[in-house]
């Protein structure tokens, strides 16, 4: 692998865009926003990498990739939940979550490169660290104690944001304890700051010695055709190469993905990269996303009905998944104009595994009640 363009990612991410001002004087936004969206970006932080920004084709919100990173005003929308799936519930303490009984998830950081208008831990990113994770060790004996855990999704924030240093003592740790079989790392850096990976011999390192004693996956987040450039395809190609499986996790969103043709051209896409499509999830009905980004889910069935169509048999092996209060719900068909037929793909409470129950929704629900359908 080549590293000569090495580059400080730490250094580079100090000249993300971070401010409407910036924006402003780049000419991505004109005077009048740029005042109103002021107050909106203390309350939900905008930072964008330069690279990022670049794939911006037309400087307004008909850009996918301007919906994506550039704050909107219909973020103000009090519409919502701040937590939709239980998160705080599920917390153990400060940065663990014990939701189901085989997977621990740790918040490693309340950091991004970049952050994600549509983003379900918005209550969060670049915000309180409140339920981040503050010490590794306490994280490393409450894994160790819990011998039905085989697993560890390490996130944030994103998890590559982690220095070196940081990353290798979660590895480090992990790698000691019998019973964890696999580790995931939770990361967008591969999309949106590609450079974090395929500058850093260190990092690169790091997962192939450790991927040696225990599978690790990296789970990224690509959601619209455009953002598979030769940069993000060369940072997971490093990562393959250095025996890391790279899985894919899109977001269903309103105006940047919601038609088959752009969904079909992206899963397309990742499985020819070799990136596989593992889930499509609903966005969920977050404060400050809602209005914005959620698909209606009768609207959104049809939409991935005709997108698996025109799949490869690869490229269709993702499930469309809802994460509900009660776990993973797998989205499985319509059998009228407004029953849904569901799975529970992963459940909290081990009685409610893989029942298939039905729901009625009216065309503009984009989420269910917490209390669920009849089973079928
Ligand atoms: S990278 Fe992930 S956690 Fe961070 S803002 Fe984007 S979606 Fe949210």
Redesign the pocket.
Known sequence: MNFTNNIDWQKELKNNITSVGMLAELGYIDEKTRQKLDTLTQRYPMSIPRYYLDLIEKKDYSDPIFKMCIASLEEAQADGKVDTSGEQASTVTGGIQHKYDNTVLLLSTNV?????R????KRL?GLTENEILRFTDEALEYIAEHKEVDNVLIT???ALLNSNKVIERYLDGLSKIEHIKFIRF?S?TPV?FPQRISTDEVLIKLFEKYGKIKTIYLVT?FNHPRELTKEALLATDMLRQAGIPVLNQTVLLKGINDSPETLAALFNGLAANGISPYYLFQCRPVKGVKGLFAVPLLEAYDIVDSTRGRLSGIAKRFRFIMSHITGKLEILGKINDSTLVLKQHQARDNEDSNRIFTVEADVSSVWLDDSLGSAV
């Open positions: 991004c490169a970049m952050y994600c549509h983003c379900f831990r990113v944030g924030g994103d939770g967008r949106v987040q």
